[in-house]
């Protein structure tokens, strides 16, 4: 799980908890009036929006194992002698030494260019199978799974559409005019040999529509990416162009992973949690919720994978709030410390919840209690991450313990969701989704217990709480292999 928090500066992320917007990383704002034409296929998600002390870093993607240094800010301006053991700067140098060695973790390579050409020659051949001429899409995930054209291009009111052919294969893409030079100097990836125009240009007085029409006339019918605006499809339309939504078999080719792909998910998946081990082992009763994002952020960016980074934080009944978090909130004795947290290697995100305890700090019987019934369902749901298992069965395997333990009415979302190129992607794991688990999907698997203070009151309790373990799990024909390396062991082992 994850919330996203694009605008907000750290300090207003950290204080003053967003609603997620699920969308994906670097995605903009203005794709909330995204068509989502996939969505007819009733494939969409249950709500998960538990939202909370949400952070996430926008900066350019630093250089990889650049080892300069810590590039987050640092709790009350910096350190020096006689520094308090409770700030950001103390738990990242406790933190480092312990995390450095798993930096390794990281070396993995970028997707290679064959792989995004072989992508390109499966996709050419599911359109001819589904009977439309071509995919469009604007920059997105699928662009940059496609042909490296990446998510974060800002998309703009001027069409800047990918477009591939079913019969041919052939790669080309729909340019304003004036942005032609710009664009052709990305790192688009496709077969030059294939390709002798692959700029199809509009200026600024025609309808990039009709000139796609015109450079295109063959083209009744296209597939159109769901993520691609409104406009867009409503403009191919205006132009006499067919649009039909993303078909589900479509939206499998990403949502299963290649070898490649799972690699990079291991990588960024096991470094991260490593970073919440680390933290768990320098974590200290006093510190608060700001001081472990900012630490976390700074432990990312020192491993070169600050850029991405995303994450929340939420101590004792915080947890519970969907929409809580106040901010200056400290560890307590007696409370649990929830942290759901990730990055992204080279485009691959992570999302890994732990909920934690300082070493020799207690919480009290029922609450431990919480945390195995919680460990119980995500096993259950891990057992059946395996090949030809449905999406709503795996979700309700995963309910039975949290129901019979009495808490059936507070695990309030999904198990989870993909994981790729999108921090929530295909196919997700809800009730209401018929579909079946593949062969190579990464889905993560994080059931959840949340009892605000309020609802513990009418329970005779007296204070609220959040528990939720999460794990991306790679889906293989006999069972789940967590892409952490391993799911935890208890609040004290992460
Ligand atoms: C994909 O784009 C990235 C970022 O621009 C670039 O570093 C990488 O080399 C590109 N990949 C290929 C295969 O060209
Ligand atoms: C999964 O289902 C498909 C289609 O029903 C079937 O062909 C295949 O053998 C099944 N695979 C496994 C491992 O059960």
């Given at each position: 799980?994850?919330?996203?928090?694009?605008?907000?500066?750290?300090?207003?992320?950290?204080?003053?908890?967003?609603?997620?917007?699920?969308?994906?990383?670097?995605?903009?704002?203005?794709?909330?009036?995204?068509?989502?034409?996939?969505?007819?296929?009733?494939?969409?998600?249950?709500?998960?929006?538990?939202?909370?002390?949400?952070?996430?870093?926008?900066?350019?993607?630093?250089?990889?194992?650049?080892?300069?240094?810590?590039?987050?800010?640092?709790?009350?301006?910096?350190?020096?002698?006689?520094?308090?053991?409770?700030?950001?700067?103390?738990?990242?140098?406790?933190?480092?030494?312990?995390?450095?060695?798993?930096?390794?973790?990281l070396?993995v390579p970028r997707i290679?260019?064959?792989?995004?050409?072989?992508?390109?020659?499966?996709?050419?051949?599911?359109?001819?199978?589904?009977?439309?001429?071509?995919?469009?899409?604007?920059?997105?995930?699928?662009?940059?799974?496609?042909?490296?054209?990446?998510?974060?291009?800002?998309?703009?009111?001027?069409?800047?559409?990918?477009?591939?052919?079913?019969?041919?294969?052939?790669?080309?893409?729909?340019?304003?005019?004036?942005?032609?030079?710009?664009?052709?100097?990305?790192?688009?990836?496709?077969?030059?040999?294939?390709?002798?125009?692959?700029?199809?240009?509009?200026?600024?007085?025609?309808?990039?529509?009709?000139?796609?029409?015109?450079?295109?006339?063959?083209?009744?019918?296209?597939?159109?990416?769901?993520?691609?605006?409104?406009?867009?499809?409503?403009?191919?339309?205006?132009?006499?162009?067919?649009?039909?939504?993303?078909?589900?078999?479509?939206?499998?080719?990403?949502?299963?992973k290649?070898?490649a792909e799972i690699a990079l998910l291991r990588g960024i998946n096991?470094?991260?949690?490593?970073?919440?081990?680390?933290?768990?082992?320098?974590?200290?009763?006093?510190?608060?919720?700001?001081?472990?994002?900012?630490?976390?952020?700074?432990?990312?960016?020192?491993?070169?994978?600050?850029?991405?980074?995303?994450?929340?934080?939420?101590?004792?009944?915080?947890?519970?709030?969907?929409?809580?978090?106040?901010?200056?909130?400290?560890?307590?004795?007696?409370?649990?410390?929830?942290?759901?947290?990730?990055?992204l290697l080279h485009g691959y995100g992570?999302?890994?919840?732990?909920?934690?305890?300082?070493?020799?700090?207690?919480?009290?019987?029922?609450?431990?209690?919480?945390?195995?019934?919680?460990?119980?369902?995500?096993?259950?749901?891990?057992?059946?991450?395996?090949?030809?298992?449905?999406?709503?069965?795996?979700?309700?395997?995963?309910?039975?313990?949290?129901?019979?333990?009495?808490?059936?009415?507070?695990?309030?979302?999904?198990?989870?969701?993909?994981?790729g190129?999108?921090?929530?992607?295909?196919?997700?794991?809800?009730?209401?989704?018929?579909?079946?688990?593949?062969?190579?999907?990464?889905?993560?698997?994080?059931?959840?217990?949340?009892?605000?203070?309020?609802?513990?009151?009418?329970?005779?309790?007296?204070?609220?709480?959040?528990?939720?373990?999460?794990?991306?799990?790679?889906?293989?024909?006999?069972?789940?292999?967590?892409?952490?390396?391993?799911?935890?062991?208890?609040?004290?082992?992460?």
């Open positions: 799980m994850r919330s996203n928090n694009h605008d907000a500066p750290e300090e207003a992320a950290a204080s003053e908890p967003l609603l997620s917007r699920r969308a994906a990383p670097h995605t903009r704002t203005s794709r909330a009036l995204i068509l989502r034409l996939g969505v007819a296929i009733a494939t969409v998600c249950g709500v998960m929006g538990v939202i909370g002390l949400a952070y996430r870093d926008h900066s350019e993607r630093g250089g990889h194992h650049g080892g300069s240094g810590p590039d987050g800010p640092k709790e009350g301006g910096g350190g020096g002698a006689g520094e308090s053991p409770l700030t950001a700067a103390s738990l990242e140098k406790c933190a480092w030494p312990l995390l450095e060695p798993h930096v390794s973790l070396d290679a260019r064959d792989e995004y050409l072989s992508r390109q020659a499966t996709l050419a051949s599911a359109l001819a199978d589904a009977g439309v001429d071509a995919f469009i899409a604007e920059p997105s995930a699928s662009t940059e799974y496609y042909a490296n054209i990446s998510s974060s291009f800002d998309l703009s009111e001027r069409p800047f559409l990918m477009l591939l052919e079913a019969q041919t294969g052939a790669f080309s893409y729909l340019v304003p005019q004036f942005e032609a030079g710009r664009i052709a100097g990305l790192d688009m990836v496709y077969d030059e040999t294939t390709n002798a125009e692959v700029a199809v240009a509009w200026a600024e007085e025609e309808s990039p529509y009709a000139v796609l029409a015109g450079a295109r006339p063959d083209w009744k019918k296209v597939m159109v990416d769901e993520h691609t605006r409104y406009m867009i499809a409503a403009g191919l339309q205006g132009a006499g162009i067919e649009v039909v939504p993303m078909s589900e078999t479509v939206q499998s080719l990403r949502a299963v290649t070898a096991t470094f991260t949690l490593e970073l919440v081990r680390s933290v768990q082992k320098c974590l200290l009763v006093g510190m608060t919720q700001e001081a472990v994002v900012t630490a976390s952020h700074s432990l990312f960016s020192r491993a070169g994978v600050g850029a991405g980074f995303w994450s929340i934080v939420l101590f004792g009944d915080q947890a519970a709030y969907p929409h809580g978090g106040k901010h200056g909130k400290t560890l307590a004795e007696g409370e649990f410390a929830l942290i759901d947290i990730g990055s992570s999302d890994v919840t732990r909920t934690i305890l300082p070493t020799g700090a207690k919480v009290s019987d029922e609450l431990m209690g919480i945390w195995e019934t919680v460990f119980a369902a995500q096993s259950a749901g891990f057992e059946r991450m395996r090949i030809n298992e449905t999406c709503s069965d795996v979700d309700a395997a995963s309910r039975v313990a949290v129901k019979e333990a009495g808490y059936g009415s507070f695990y309030t979302h999904r198990l989870g969701h993909g994981l190129l999108e921090m929530h992607e295909h196919p997700y794991l809800n009730g209401a989704n018929s579909e079946k688990l593949k062969l190579g999907e990464v889905v993560t698997n994080e059931p959840g217990i949340y009892v605000t203070t309020e609802q513990a009151k009418t329970m005779g309790k007296d204070i609220g709480f959040g528990v939720r373990l999460e794990d991306p799990i790679l889906v293989t024909d006999n069972g789940g292999e967590p892409m952490t390396g391993r799911r935890a062991r208890s609040p004290y082992d992460p």
